[in-house]
């Protein structure tokens, strides 16, 4: 299968099916990678970009129904720049934890709230990391993995990484409390 340029790529997980949406009206993001992605009912969300000289967190929103992006204007203090962290949704809510701002990983947590357009820094995480994934169970937001420190400094830790910005590889699980806004 040929897929032609700006053709955007849909995967409905749950039907376990690839949909090529087709005739689309947008003004395209940028090409990117290493961003922040996650839908909201009908809405695709893009959040970030590592490929431009300075990281931006603009937030771009794809319509499914409308077939159009719109990049969406923000309330609130957004995150800084960063890429390589983890996305997840829980209701109309995105959270963003972690990442790098390409010398650093990060530990902050934040969520932008799809029905008002606004971003709230949450307490920090537990630990400092990249490259990790999260789930959200109840009112429980769960990390996983990625690389950075371990809580304690040395569990986890690939011996080749230790002196790389990002510290090795972990496989530890953490729990954040959504509700109460506390981290395991």
């Known amino acids: ?16 099916q690839l949909a090529i ?21 009908s809405e695709l969300f893009i959040i970030g970009d590592s490929m431009a000289s300075e990281l931006d967190m ?8 409308a077939k159009s992006w719109e990049i969406r204007a923000m309330r609130g203090k957004s995150p800084p720049g960063l890429h390589h962290g983890g996305c997840i949704t829980s209701g109309h809510n995105i959270y963003l934890y972690g990442g790098t ?10 969520q932008l709230d799809t029905d008002s357009l606004t971003w709230s820094q949450l307490p920090s995480g537990p630990v400092k990391k990249a490259g990790c994934r999260m789930v959200t169970y109840e009112d429980k937001l769960f990390l996983f993995g990625g690389y950075g420190y371990s809580s304690s400094q040395q569990p986890g830790m690939v011996e080749s990484f230790k002196n790389s910005w990002y510290h090795g590889w972990t496989d530890e699980l953490h729990q954040f409390d959504l509700q109460e806004g506390e981290g395991v």
Do not use: W
């Open 21 to 41: 949406i087709m005739g689309t009206s947008f003004s395209e993001p940028s090409p990117r990678y290493n961003h922040f992605s996650t839908s909201v009912g």
């Open 101 to 110: 701002d390409g010398s650093r990983c990060q530990d902050s947590l934040y």
């Open 58 to 65: 603009d937030v771009h929103s794809f319509n499914q129904s």
């Open 1 to 16: 299968m040929q897929i032609e340029k700006n053709t955007l790529l849909f995967f409905v997980a749950l039907e376990i």
